[in-house]
């Protein structure tokens, strides 16, 4: 089975590709959607393993990821990836910059977890918690982590009614993806290429966010030539739920940068 890309907006606008976080599907962007159907030509990812595309075994792997949605992307499309659909973003950018009009690394960072050399990533074993307890708890292991992408946002609570709302709104994501997912979120370091992105970025980051820090992002985005780096005050990990309209003019005006 390959993956489903659904396409929504307005034929003939700048292309924008969405791609979705760990154990989500597109659904999620719901919020964001409703805000730029008017402005861009939408394409839909569900990830493999994910949402409408949980009968694809291919590999979350980002860069052998990349390579699948490249070959489903329309040419001079701006990519967008949240939170671990970042990484699959940021490694198409590096591999086909002709391909890529601009990235948006939307709470998303080249390395989730830190290390002697980067310190505000988070602590590796909560990747490999995560990863034990889907064996043996696999509804409360997912509900953990909704949590923790809702901690700290403004409106906690609604962010995460919308994040347990959409999880299982297409279905259980495969047990084997998450397992992957998880060992990319703990292993992938991309910093190393940032400086050969060739690509405008636009980096979003949330304040309140506790899964990926916002200095993280800052610091990556500073080590890329052609970046800008937002900070959204009041948002947590996922701002196009909590903060949609302000993530909907940053794009926008992204956009319109790129095309001027």
Known sequence: MGLIVERRGRTGAPPL?????????????????ARLEDD???????LPGHGR??????????????????AEAPDDALWLGWSMGGLTALAAALAQPRRVRGLVMLCATPRFVRGADWRHGVSPEIFQDFGQGLATDFHGTLERFLALEAFGAEHMKDALRALRAEVFAQGEPAAAALAEGLRVLETCDLRARLPALAVPSLWLSGRRDRLVDPRAMAAAAALVPDANSVRLEHAGHAPFLTHAGEVAD???DFARALHA
């Open 17 to 33: 590709l969405l791609v979705h976080g760990w154990a989500m599907h597109a659904g999620i962007f719901a919020p964001l959607l």
């Open 250 to 252: 940053h794009l926008v």
């Open 53 to 70: 595309s949980r009968g694809s075994a291919a590999s979350l792997d980002p860069e052998r990821c990349a390579e699948l949605l490249l």
């Open 40 to 46: 861009f030509d939408l394409h839909l990812v569900d």
